[in-house]
């Protein structure tokens, strides 16, 4: 084995990034405006801030600010948990036999197992600082539930979360975690909100969505005294806190002079994908780099490769601003696959104009072949990844053994963005042989798309 690079790279607490990365400042055509429902004219702060904190509004709105200082008592925060490792697949790689370098950065070593601490950590922050006492979220899997409940009781704040009801089902323990914490774990859709009644009423037996748990959220937020609706992916400063990824990552990379030459996220909302992604595409954009970006989705709920680049509600009720961006339509509710947090019918919009202006490339993967990647790599590097994660891996494999076609050296980075320990009965199904490949069928699709609102879109 060769160990001129070691196979962790770490970097000192001192080291660790003093700014957010604002990629929107150096896109040269940004995403359209966010639209508000009634006016269909671009929001302004006070459309939004009856719904969101007020500090998460003006990150939302600034499309200019290059560096965003993260304050010090965030730093501190993340001083518990970071810097992060970015790890040296040697071992996957030598399995592979593949001439490919492949590194992965490895965002799973908290308590809530993943990335989303990242964001949760900072929005639980400002409420604070406005003087909330309360916030509400949705969760799929349940790993921003988890790193919000962490959040808020670090900063004593009451939390209610709606949990996609089918994911509620499948990973009891994630909710028992969220309520250790002091959190209120609601299934979604749910008679405790007139949006959740609407829904049970057209049908009793489905399993949820994101779409729906965001209806009921923010109904909850926006009736509740001194309470804010939180996202914890899919909006602009989301991806603005988890920035911090790739500046670590770049940060790592260049200790050793290491250029990647294809970067790979799993993709759900695009917070840990842009968050890996950020300066690397901010240097391809500048002419600096010719690196290739890749975005893995699963093919039950195909929002980059079989949705379409046009407004669209956040939530299934329609109560939420528009947003332009890849989407399979506000009535789509995915099949209740294991990748829970992959199960939302839109994506982010800085995401969504990479992607349509050809700097991102997607593709979609079937649920067992991802299940089939994820047991190489945990045989290999030790590590049982989120099934979220493994649509990453799944690409970073198949980039590598084309390596190994081909002969080339190429340098492969690849997010993983969160432990499957909370997951095992997703691989109980597979060792059962008992997973499917839901893919939807064009008329599914279709009924997804039959809400979204007619705007005229720009080019």
């Known amino acids: 084995m060769n160990n001129t690079i070691p196979t962790r790279i770490y970097l000192a607490e001192e080291e660790m990034p003093k700014f957010w990365y604002n990629l929107r400042s150096d896109m040269k055509e940004k995403p359209d405006p966010i639209l508000h429902p009634g006016t269909l004219q671009p929001v302004v702060p006070s459309d ?28 501190d925060f993340y001083r518990a948990y970071r810097p992060s490792a970015l790890i040296r697949a040697y071992y996957l790689e030598k399995a592979l036999g593949t001439p490919a370098e492949i590194y992965y950065k490895f965002e799973g070593t908290n308590t809530s197992g993943s990335h989303k601490l990242n964001s949760a950590g900072p929005q ?33 704040l009451d939390l209610t979360v709606y949990m996609v009801k089918v994911s509620s089902e499948q990973k009891p323990y994630r909710k028992a975690v969220m309520e250790t914490y002091g959190a209120k774990v609601i299934p979604s859709p749910s008679n405790t909100t007139e949006a959740g009644r609407r829904i049970l009423e057209k049908d009793p037996n489905t399993g949820g969505s994101l779409g729906c748990a965001i209806s009921e959220a923010v109904e909850t937020a926006v009736k509740t005294d001194k309470c804010r609706y939180v996202l914890g992916s899919v909006l602009n400063h989301v991806l603005l806190h988890q920035s911090i990824i790739g500046l670590e990552t770049k940060a790592a990379m260049d200790k050793y002079g290491i250029k990647p030459d294809i970067i790979i996220g799993c993709a759900g909302g695009g917070s840990n994908l842009g ?8 240097e391809k954009l500048s002419g600096k780099s010719n690196a290739r970006f890749i975005a893995v989705e699963p093919a039950s709920c195909p929002t980059f490769t079989r949705g379409r680049y046009v407004y669209d509600f956040g939530d299934t009720a329609k109560t939420t601003p528009l947003v332009r961006m890849q989407t399979l339509g506000n009535g789509f509710i995915p099949s209740a696959n294991h990748a829970g947090g992959l199960r939302y019918h839109g994506m982010s919009a800085i995401l969504s104009k990479l992607y349509h202006d050809g700097h991102l490339e997607a593709r979609a993967e079937n649920q067992t072949e991802v299940f089939d990647a994820a047991i190489r790599f945990m045989k290999t590097e030790g ?37 499957g320990y909370f997951d095992l009965s997703a691989y109980m199904s597979y060792n059962a042989k008992t997973l499917s490949d839901m893919v939807p069928t064009n008329e599914e699709l279709e009924r997804g798309f039959v809400t979204i609102p007619d705007i005229p879109q720009n080019k």
Do not use: N
């Not at 009856?50 to 939302?60: D, L, R, S, T, W």
């Open 48 to 75: 939004m801030e009856p719904v969101f904190c007020k500090e998460a509004v003006k990150q939302e709105l600034d499309d200019d600010t290059r560096l965003v200082p993260i304050p010090e008592r965030i730093q």
């Open 383 to 419: 590590i049982l990844p989120a099934p979220e994660s493994s649509h990453a891996i799944k690409a970073a494999i198949d980039e590598a053994l084309e390596c190994k076609k081909t002969g080339e050296k190429k340098v492969i980075l690849f997010g993983l963005s969160g432990t």
């Open 275 to 282: 968050g890996l992604i950020a300066p690397f595409m901010g």
């Open 124 to 156: 639980a922050y400002f409420a604070k600082e406005q003087g909330l006492q309360s916030l509400t979220t949705e969760t799929g899997a349940g790993q921003w539930g988890t790193a919000l409940a962490m959040a808020c009781g670090f900063y004593g």
